[in-house]
């Protein structure tokens, strides 16, 4: 300072060592809740049909070049999981399939708005085959990622302006629930679980102002994983809270009961009262 004037301050939007401290939390906060919002509307996007799964399981090809190639003397256990690899790349396959037929059907749906766009976490596996179904149909595609200290990079087939990055898993959670008019649920693991169990949840406690379809796909794998009759013979729920989801096995089968459902509960219902306006983005309670 040679000339006796007090340099600038930064503007406080413009500093970063503020941004990113502690106190800097909630702009952080309001910034993942802003900037999606303002792309979504950009983009048209009304609603969407969240797909869930395991991003370990990889497509049909990728799981079995991984099992021509493996070593000779490789360990039983290795070559039985690269085996099992194989088997489970049949949901990599339907997962694609019925994300083309969803997003096949929803981009005819004559609106002023994007309709029941297909959206994933972001990342491989099944998210990548669902965003990869939705593409080739010719839909937009959406990718909810999340920020982690080992890096899950977006998959190839998103709708690039529709490839969010999020650091709060709270904030993520959000975007996926707020939007939502369905979930598909391919088997994984905790994140997967975590996911169905919070907008089942949702559902049942009657905090969603929307009726919202449930799918679990591939009976076979989630009823070895999940006795929800044990829970309703325990009386921890009541009989009527299974009926909250559907099991189906084939893409046909989940697509039938998805068109179905969406076009009766979301489609062609004129308001209920003179005046009243269709909502922009999807409604939930207060």
């Known amino acids: 300072m040679t000339d006796g004037k007090m340099p600038r301050a930064p503007l406080a939007y413009e500093n970063e060592p503020f941004l990113n401290s502690p106190d800097g ?8 809740y802003s900037e999606p919002l303002a792309r979504f509307r950009h983009e048209q996007i ?7 799964g395991s991003a370990r399981i990889a497509s049909h090809d990728d799981a079995s070049r991984s099992l021509r190639e493996l070593p000779y003397g490789v360990s ?27 997003s096949e059907w929803s981009i005819q749906i004559p609106a002023r708005r994007r309709r029941f766009v297909v959206t994933t976490g972001g990342g491989p596996g099944i998210m990548e085959a669902a965003n990869r179904g939705a593409k080739e149909a010719g839909a937009k595609t959406i990718g909810l990622n999340i920020h982690l200290p080992f890096e899950q990079n977006p998959n190839p087939y998103i709708t690039p302006a529709l490839n969010f990055e999020f650091h709060y898993f709270f904030m993520r959670k959000f975007w996926f629930a707020y939007l939502a008019k369905a979930l598909v649920i391919f088997p994984g693991g905790f994140g997967t679980l975590d996911e169905f169990f919070e907008i089942v949840t949702l559902a049942q406690t009657q905090k969603l102002a929307k009726k919202i379809l449930v799918v679990m796909y591939g ?3 989630w009823k070895n994983v999940l006795n929800f009759q044990t829970m309703v013979d325990s009386g921890t729920i009541s009989a009527g809270d299974v009926d909250l989801f559907k099991m189906v096995d084939t893409p046909e089968e989940g697509f039938e009961y998805l068109r179905d459902g969406l076009t009766e509960y979301h489609l062609g219902q004129p308001p209920k009262r003179l005046g009243e306006v269709i909502p922009e983005i999807a409604k939930t309670n207060p």
């Not at 009304?46 to 869930?52: E, G, K, L, M």
């Not at 339907?94 to 969803?102: K, P």
């Open 25 to 32: 939390r909630v702009l952080r906060i309001l910034s993942e």
């Open 46 to 52: 009304q609603d969407t049909v969240v797909f869930f």
């Open 76 to 102: 039983a256990s290795i070559r039985k999981q690269t085996q099992s690899a194989v088997e489970m790349a049949r949901y990599y396959e339907d997962a694609r399939r019925l994300a083309f037929l969803l």
């Open 219 to 221: 009976s076979e794998y």
